[in-house]
């Protein structure tokens, strides 16, 4: 069996951290999640020219399809609010205006 580096390990530790409902989440999460993705989208895709251009593809839409999650994603049938891809299209229009 082939051996994770510890860069993959560190990430697949950290993508449970977020999911682990053990944890407390902030006393105000609710009325703070969408700016706290609206900065960590806008921080990735403007920490390089080349990465802001790639992010700015000339899109009317941008959906996160899954079926797991109706509030950050479309639901998988389209009845989510699509809440990530809302804030992706945001964040284009705003790197592609500046």
Same mark, same amino acid.
């Given at each position: 069996?082939? @051996?994770?580096?510890?860069? @993959?390990?560190?990430?697949? +530790?950290?993508?449970?951290?977020? @999911?682990? +409902?053990?944890?407390? *989440?902030?006393?105000d999460?609710? #009325?703070?999640?969408v700016?706290?993705? +609206?900065?960590?989208? *806008?921080?990735? #895709?403007?920490?390089?020219?080349?990465?802001? @251009?790639?992010?700015?593809?000339?899109?009317?839409?941008?959906? #996160?399809?899954?079926?797991?999650?109706?509030?950050?994603?479309?639901?998988?049938?389209?009845?989510?609010?699509?809440? !990530?891809?809302? !804030?992706?299209?945001?964040? +284009?229009?705003? !790197?592609?205006?500046?």
């Amino acid at each position: 069996m082939p @051996r994770r580096s510890a860069g @993959r390990t560190r990430r697949w +530790r950290r993508r449970g951290w977020g @999911r682990d +409902r053990k944890k407390k *989440l902030r006393r105000d999460w609710e #009325s703070v999640k969408v700016s706290v993705l +609206r900065e960590a989208v *806008l921080a990735s #895709s403007s920490s390089t020219p080349t990465s802001a @251009r790639c992010s700015c593809p000339p899109a009317t839409r941008s959906s #996160s399809n899954t079926e797991n999650d109706d509030y950050w994603g479309d639901g998988g049938d389209g009845s989510g609010r699509n809440m !990530l891809g809302q !804030l992706l299209m945001e964040v +284009r229009r705003r !790197l592609r205006d500046e």
